[in-house]
């Protein structure tokens, strides 16, 4: 998976704008066990660089998209992140040795009960997971230094934004359903804001935009 991961990043160096990715990144991937993080039916393909159904029309992202957007984060010891859309827990699980601490949200409560138990199995203590709409994030635990959305959205949500420090920074898909493009969203110290898009992705929407 890792190797896959390396060749990928190789051939995508141009929209990428560099040729390999954080190595903290790929070690952590390399470590943390995905068939973990898949329904049991299909550990058999956790491993292969695809998307996978976990159930309720989502998915867990390939790895290499995995990797990519945890690279974009650049994840820092010291920092408080907020997921949005947790699933199962894989994304979760990458960032947990990576950062201080892992705010996780999941709207659809079966997949949030599911992520807590494999969460707890594999040990990421300083994950805390709530049951809620993405959209608002999480602002009683805001500002954070960084955020990562795992869930399509035609803009980047207002409260998002607001719940992002200065000097953070946010990974997020945006556009319409069949042109999302992967966005990376810097705030500035005096909080201003500048995005910059990487390449075409497909994630399943954020639900409870209303």
Request: charged share 25%; net charge neutral.
């Amino acid at each position: 998976m890792i190797a896959v991961i390396a060749a990928e990043t190789v051939f995508l160096t141009g929209e990428l704008g560099k040729a390999s990715l954080d190595r903290r990144v790929l070690e952590t991937m390399e470590r943390v066990p995905r068939h973990e993080f898949v329904p049991a039916e299909l550990r058999a393909y956790a491993y292969a660089n695809t998307p996978l159904p976990i159930g309720f029309e989502k998915t867990i992202s390939q790895p290499f998209i995995v990797a990519l957007m945890t690279d974009l984060l650049a994840l820092r010891p010291e920092d408080r992140v907020l997921e949005i859309g947790t699933g199962l827990g894989y994304q979760a699980a990458i960032l947990s040795p990576l950062a201080r601490t892992v705010y996780s949200v999941e709207i659809i409560e079966e997949l949030a009960a599911q992520a807590k138990k494999r969460l707890a199995a594999q040990g990421c203590a300083n994950v805390e997971l709530r049951l809620g709409n993405g959209f608002h994030g999480w602002p009683e635990h805001g500002p954070f230094d960084k955020i990562i959305v795992t869930a399509g959205t035609d803009l980047v949500p207002p409260p998002l934004l607001y719940q992002l420090k200065p000097g953070g920074r946010m990974v997020i898909p945006t556009g319409l359903p069949d042109s999302q493009q992967l966005v990376l969203v810097e705030k500035d110290a005096s909080g201003r804001i500048k995005a910059k898009e990487f390449l075409r992705v497909r994630f399943s929407l954020l639900e409870g935009t209303e």
